[in-house]
T-cell receptor, first 112, second 114 residues
Framework: AQTIHQWPVAEIKAVGSPLSLGCTIKGKSSPNLYWYWQATGGTLQQLFYSITVGQVESVVQLNLSASRPKDDQFILSTEKLLLSHSGFYLC???????????FGPGTRLTVL | QQKVQQSPESLSVPEGGMASLNCTSSDRNFQYFWWYRQHSGEGPKALMSIFSDGDKKEGRFTAHLNKASLHVSLHIRDSQPSDSALYFCAASEHSGGSNYKLTFGKGTLLTVTP
C-alpha cells in the first residue's frame, strides 16, 4: 500500500527565516508529485508539480521553490519567509497526470 | 476571477437529509471535474470524478455534469454527521496523459446536524 508522509507536522517560523518542508511517498514507483498551499479554511492552490526526478514545474509564483532529489521525495523551500506564507502545505501524488491525486496529512506553517 | 466557483459557501442539513452542492467553471477549457472532501486538519480525499454529461452514482453520492453549461453538482443522500467537511470542486483541462494542473474552487462547508 502507498503511504505519504510529510514533515514536519507543524512549524512556527519568523519572518525572513528559511524554510524546508518535506514529503515522501512509499510504495509507488515514479509517481507524479504536487505541492499545494491552503489558507486557513480556504481553497487549495497548486504550487508545483514534478513528473520525474530533478524536474519541477512551477504553477504559481509565491517566492517558494521546490526540488525532487529522489524518486520518492519532494522538497518545498524558501530562503526568506513572508507573513503571507502562513497556511497549510499539502503534498500529493498521482499515478498519472489527470488522475486522482492522493494527499498527505499536511504541514501547518505559522509565520510570525 | 475565480475559474471554479462553488455554492453555497456553507450548508447545514439534518442527519438523514439530502445535501446539494454546486460548482460552475468560467473556463471552457475545463471539461473534467472532481469532487474532493476535506475533514478538519486533514488532507483532502477524492470522492469521485465525472468527465461525461449526465449522472454518476457512487453509494450515497451522485454527481451530475452538464458540459454545455460547465455546471457540476454533488448530491449526498442520507447525510451522516461524518459527512461534515469542506467539499471542493476541482477542474482540469483534460483527463489523462500530460495534464498535471488541477484548479480548485473555494469549497462548500457542509455541516450535518444530528
Amino acid at each position: 500500500a502507498q503511504t505519504i508522509h510529510q514533515w514536519p507536522v507543524a512549524e512556527i517560523k519568523a519572518v525572513g527565516s528559511p524554510l524546508s518542508l518535506g514529503c515522501t511517498i512509499k510504495g509507488k514507483s515514479s509517481p507524479n508529485l504536487y505541492w499545494y498551499w491552503q489558507a486557513t479554511g480556504g481553497t487549495l492552490q497548486q504550487l508545483f508539480y514534478s513528473i520525474t526526478v530533478g524536474q519541477v514545474e512551477s504553477v504559481v509564483q509565491l517566492n517558494l521553490s521546490a526540488s525532487r532529489p529522489k524518486d520518492d521525495q519532494f522538497i518545498l523551500s524558501t530562503e526568506k519567509l513572508l507573513l503571507s506564507h502562513s497556511g497549510f502545505y499539502l503534498c500529493a501524488w498521482s499515478l498519472l497526470g489527470g488522475y486522482e491525486q492522493y494527499f498527505g496529512p499536511g504541514t501547518r506553517l505559522t509565520v510570525l | 476571477q475565480q475559474k471554479v466557483q462553488q455554492s453555497p459557501e456553507s450548508l447545514s442539513v439534518p442527519e438523514g437529509g439530502m445535501a446539494s452542492l454546486n460548482c460552475t467553471s468560467s473556463d471552457r477549457n475545463f471539461q473534467y471535474f472532481w469532487w474532493y472532501r476535506q475533514h478538519s486538519g486533514e488532507g483532502p480525499k477524492a470522492l469521485m470524478s465525472i468527465f461525461s454529461d449526465g449522472d454518476k452514482k457512487e453509494g450515497r453520492f451522485t454527481a451530475h455534469l452538464n458540459k454545455a453549461s460547465l455546471h457540476v453538482s454533488l448530491h449526498i443522500r442520507d447525510s451522516q454527521p461524518s459527512d461534515s467537511a469542506l467539499y471542493f470542486c476541482a477542474a482540469s483541462e483534460h483527463s489523462g496523459g500530460s495534464n498535471y494542473k488541477l484548479t480548485f474552487g473555494k469549497g462548500t462547508l457542509l455541516t450535518v446536524t444530528p
